[in-house]
Structures are given as C-alpha cells and as structure tokens.
Antibody
Framework: QVTLKESGPVLVKPTETLTLTCSVS??????????VTWIRQPPGKALEWLAY???????SYNTSLNSRLTISKDTSTSQVVLTVTNIDPVDTGTYFC????????????WGHGTMVTVSS | SYVLTQPPSVSVAPGQTASITCGGN??????VHWYQQRPGQAPRMVIS???DRASGIPERFSGSNSGNTATLTISRIEVADEADYYC???????????FGPGTKVTVL
C-alpha cells in the first residue's frame, strides 16, 4: 500500500525557515521516474503547487516562490524534505505531499497534510 | 505562466448532472487532471489525462477536453459528491504544474 505522511512544526515565527518532511512507504524513491511533490493550501483557499523531485534528482520549483524553496530526498530513509526560507504569515496553510509517476503525470496518491501556522 | 479559470461554485439537485469547466488558452492541447477535495480531507485524483477515471471512482464521473475548455461531468449526483474540485495541467515549457482556482459543488 502506497502512503505518504507529512510532518513538521505546527507553529513557525516570521522570518524563520520552515522544514517539512514527507515520509513515503509502499514505493521506493529510487524507482525510475517516480517523484514526490509538495502542494500547499491556505485556509479556505485554493491548492498551490510548490515543487517536485524525481528519482534522478530532477527538480522544479514554483517560479513565484523559487528563491525560497529547496527540495531534497534521502533514499535511505524514504523521505523528501522541503524547506521554505524567510517564512511569512501568508505561508500559513496545510502542506501536502503527493506521488508523481513521471513528469507531467497527475498526483495519484496524496498524504493527509500538515497544518502550519506562521505567527509571532 | 499558464492560467486556469473555473467557476467559483456550481449547485445542482440530487440525481441531476453537474458540469464543472476549466478554461485555459488552447487547453485542449494539454492533458487535464481533476481532483476532488471533500471538507477537511486531502485532495484525491478523480480524472487523469482528460477522461481516465482513477481507481475506485464511479462511472458517474467523466471528463472531456477540447478547444479552450475542459469539463468534468458528474452524472446522477449524490450528496457525497459535495466537494471542491480542482483542475490541473502540466506546463512542460517551464516544468510547472498549475492548478485552477477550484469549484465548490453543492448538492441542494
């Protein structure tokens, strides 16, 4: 069974760096062309794609947030990490990770999400 | 960047048909994926590549894509279908995924 689980801090102060972890099971991050992506959703608002990383280490970032995002993977622990620098209250929301089979493919399996609040 | 448009809301009586549109410049030339998000839940894929139903999705859900509009159709709609629905495309030129703003479907 394929599962993804997000984890990270519940509360972050403005200007700090947010680090989120997606732990996957049921598939390997070394499988050819498998990828993991991050999406976020401010309360009551729409989904926003953030970044993805594939097994060959190919990465892409939302151009509107490019300079603040870093995505990486650790195949030994089956985890994908997303960092968001210089966090701001507008970054408050639920952060989801999901699986992609290949670039351009849909996000077929999603995690439940983790809620992050940015406040001093 | 590529922009998708969706109506903010659609209301339909139980048993009737809901059509949710997703507009974009020549979207018919792209593959469109659709996601359902029930209140308090994570999104789940319902339709991929314009019209392929995801595993476990009833046949009442169907999709089409042509010209500047893609459409998700829910036939014989049920109360359980009340949710937000998002369309998504892959903008390969810039390696970006784009979501539409979402449509809230209410079953009256």
């Amino acid at each position: 069974q394929v599962t993804l689980k997000e984890s990270g801090p519940v509360l972050v102060k403005p200007t700090e760096t947010l680090t989120l972890t997606c732990s996957v099971s049921g598939f390997s991050l070394t499988n050819p062309r498998v990828g993991v992506t991050w999406i976020r959703q401010p309360p009551g608002k729409a989904l926003e794609w953030l970044a993805y990383i594939f097994s060959n280490d190919e990465k892409s970032y939302n151009t509107s947030l490019n300079s603040r995002l870093t995505i990486s993977k650790d195949t030994s622990t089956s985890q994908v990490v997303l960092t968001v620098t210089n966090i701001d209250p507008v970054d408050t929301g639920t952060y989801f990770c999901a699986r992609i089979i290949s670039d351009g493919d849909p996000f077929d399996i999603w995690g439940h999400g983790t809620m992050v609040t940015v406040s001093s | 960047s590529y922009v998708l448009t969706q109506p903010p809301s659609v209301s339909v009586a139980p048993g009737q048909t809901a059509s949710i549109t997703c507009g974009g410049n020549n979207i018919g030339g792209r593959s469109v994926h659709w996601y359902q998000q029930r209140p308090g839940q994570a999104p789940r894929m319902v339709i991929s590549y314009d019209s392929d139903r995801a595993s476990g999705i009833p046949e009442r859900f169907s999709g089409s894509n042509s010209g500047n509009t893609a459409t998700l159709t829910i036939s014989r709609i049920e109360v359980a279908d009340e949710a937000d629905y998002y369309c998504q495309v892959w903008h390969g030129y810039s390696d970006q995924y784009v979501f539409g703003p979402g449509t809230k479907v209410t079953v009256l």
